[in-house]
């Protein structure tokens, strides 16, 4: 996915193939539902992308009901981040 892509991969109802129809391709609603419950969880989904190469995501929850986290335990993608294109969940696009 490209930079304008991962801005909206959150959004409801988007999908990064809009030549895929309804019936095979989806209803744009997973990450978004994914989104809300990991939030609700005090929790976060990270996504990384090298366009061309693939897309990377990361959910995140705390282990304790009511704790917070700092940042993930577990290191994903990009080995070198100058070569991709990173967000994090409820930057940029409609994530409400």
């Given amino acids: 996915m490209d930079a304008g892509q991962l ?9 990064a193939d809009p ?3 309804r019936t095979t391709g989806g209803t744009g609603l997973g990450l978004a539902i994914a989104t ?5 969880h005090g929790g976060n ?3 990384w992308s090298v366009p061309g190469e693939g897309t990377c995501f990361r959910l995140t929850l705390p282990r304790e009901r009511g704790s917070s986290i700092a940042h993930s335990p577990i290191e994903l993608p990009p080995v070198d981040p100058l070569e991709t294109v990173a967000l994090e969940a ?5 994530d409400a």
């Fill in 7 to 15: 801005e909206r991969v959150f959004d409801r109802f988007w999908r």
């Fill in 19 to 21: 030549s895929r129809q």
């Fill in 36 to 40: 809300e419950d990991a939030q609700l």
């Fill in 45 to 47: 989904i990270d996504v």
């Fill in 90 to 94: 409820g930057e940029g696009g409609d």
